[in-house]
């Protein structure tokens, strides 16, 4: 993105598995770069992919990583 428009895409060279979904665009790393929080909608585990434009760097459990049952992240609105 740049700005609300958008710059271009592709797509990640990972595949978290069907249970997991993305939840959340944030930059969870103060780098400058967007991140995806990911959350698995079986067991509520939180985990991210932290990224450097459309590269992906890592991806980990977030700490705390999971949420109770049946709770989902949300995005402010």
């Not at 939840?23 to 103060?30: I, K, R, Y």
């Not at 992919?49 to 989902?72: E, H, I």
């Amino acid at each position: 993105m740049h700005g609300t428009e958008l710059a271009g895409g592709s797509l990640l060279p990972a595949n978290p598995g069907a249970e997991w979904r993305a939840v959340a665009v944030t930059d969870l790393d103060g780098d400058a770069y967007s991140d995806i929080v990911l959350q698995n909608s079986s067991t509520g585990d939180l985990g991210a992919w932290y990224l450097a434009g459309t590269t992906l760097k890592s991806g980990w459990l977030l700490v705390p990583s999971r949420v109770a049952p049946g709770w989902s992240v949300v995005g402010p609105r």
